[in-house]
């Protein structure tokens, strides 16, 4: 008998989530978009809540998603790198003062006496709760934007992203592709040449072993580096086309342009003064940069093997991580003391409501992007079909 709830279950988690395959597997890009958006969310505010769900909501994503592919376990060591850079910053507050002043006084360290030339710096003195708690909210704000960070890496492919750079970056993308196709061999002939000395009674360690191991390998990455240069060149790899000279300074002109714009806009979205400016400027930079790509990209004559499509999913994605940032700079402007609490005088830190709302909405990613083969549950087992009896 077939249990018509559960298939219907089944149906409609396939259609929200279908299984990854090569044909409709997410686009890098998106996965980037999101967490960038995430990142610009949790750099607008202080509020250690809503940051902690921010990473949250980052967490999840990565854990419902994430593949068994070496660079999915990087989103670990982005963690820890976040609370390396939250003690840092607690440390540089003991050491070297805080610019909040406070009243409650936590300890008293030996002050050193600094020449005139250096006012305004000082080594040791009082050590406030008031300027702790802020240099903790300043640290949780920074590990919450290296997470969110770390969150694409452990999600998008580097590869397939490089490989969906533009014609006018393939040159990069190429030499960063071969880099890390490169760097797993060169460990993997560092394992086996150890091993091989081991079991001839030859010592593996130290500066001698070092040198003695360390000559085949040059050798087999050399030979490696002359067979792909041969492969690449009867592939026509580094041939270009013309271009009137026209095209090449406006293509010049634009990408750095935009590219300037950019890194402005970036800036003023990340600080509280900017974000007048930094919509627009990124805005712009981005509109030049990419037509400076796409006419750069003439230059270029090569295909792209099965490209990577950006499909309706890859919009719910990347536009997810989009209304996060949007909603919580709009949040920013509105109700700037909820996304800012107050350190003097110290008040216990809320939750609040609307930007909370908006954290979720990156959610989305876990019930639309396609789950990975190797993480879907196991199907329910179909009993085996009993033999016919014979007489």
Known sequence: MTNHGS??????????????HRSNALHPGAWWVWA?????????????????????????VVAARRTSAP????YGAFVKLGLVVIGIRLVFAIVLGSPIPGTHVLVTLPEVPLPDWAKGVRIGGRVTAEGMVFALYDGIRLAGLLICIGAANALASPSRLLKSL?????EVGVAVVVAMTFAPNLIGDVR????????????????????????????????????????MDARGFGRTAA??????????????????????????????????YGLPLLGAGLLAALAGLRL????AVRTRYRPDAWGVRAWLVAGSGLAVAGLTIWSASYDMQALHPGVVPLVAPTLPLWPAAAALLGLLPAFVAPVPTGEQAPSTPVPPVPPEETS
Do not use: F, H
């Not at 091989?196 to 191991?213: E, I």
């Open 192 to 231: 086996r040449l150890r091993a091989a000395r081991r079991l001839r009674g030859r010592p593996d360690s130290g500066v001698r072993g070092l040198l003695q191991v360390g000559l085949p390998v040059l050798e087999g990455a050399l030979e490696r580096s002359v067979a792909l240069a041969a492969a």
């Open 243 to 276: 271009v009137p000279a026209g095209v090449r300074r406006l293509t010049a002109v634009l990408t750095l342009g935009g590219l300037m714009g950019v890194c402005v806009g970036t800036y003023g979205l990340l600080t509280a003064q900017g974000a007048a």
């Open 36 to 60: 960038i958006g995430l990142g610009t969310a949790a750099s607008r505010t202080t509020n250690p809540l809503l940051i902690g769900l921010l990473i949250g909501v980052a967490g999840y």
């Open 7 to 20: 298939g219907t279950r089944g149906l409609l988690r396939r259609r929200l989530a279908p299984e990854a």
């Open 166 to 170: 533009p014609g006018a970056l393939y």
């Open 296 to 299: 750069g990209g003439r230059r």
């Open 71 to 74: 660079w999915a376990k990087s």
